[in-house]
């Protein structure tokens, strides 16, 4: 099962997780695991413990497991803590749906370019000062 959302699809970790090859579960340190955290703060789970002036220290710890199983209950998804398949898909559904906080790094600086371009017809450094 391949997660398509934006935030995830470019995440190995999160796409083996979503696999069950692993899942997430305590004791796991990474960067999946900070994005895994981060999409939960996204989602409006508070996580004071592990994620400090909105950074994340991607250890799978008590305060994570607890948060995946109070998003598994909101869910009605079989909680057990552990961030597999039904977790991460029901989160990727989330997010394809909608995900205000995520930026797409390609889709951002493809605006960037279209933004220095200028509009059709008119180059970035296009002077339109009128001599008097």
Partial sequence: MALMSPRFRQQPRLQSA???????RRGEISVGVRA???ALV?????MPNSCKKNDCDGNFGPETER???QFQTDHRLSVDGVAGR???TTMDQ???AHDPYYKDPLLENAK???QLAGSPGRGPYTCTTARK
């Fill in 112 to 114: 960037l370019q279209a």
């Fill in 18 to 24: 979503a696999s069950n090859a692993p899942p997430f």
């Fill in 42 to 46: 996204d989602l409006g789970y508070a």
């Fill in 86 to 88: 039904q977790t991460l």
């Fill in 94 to 96: 989330i997010f394809l």
């Fill in 67 to 69: 948060t995946v199983r």
């Fill in 36 to 38: 895994l955290q981060e």
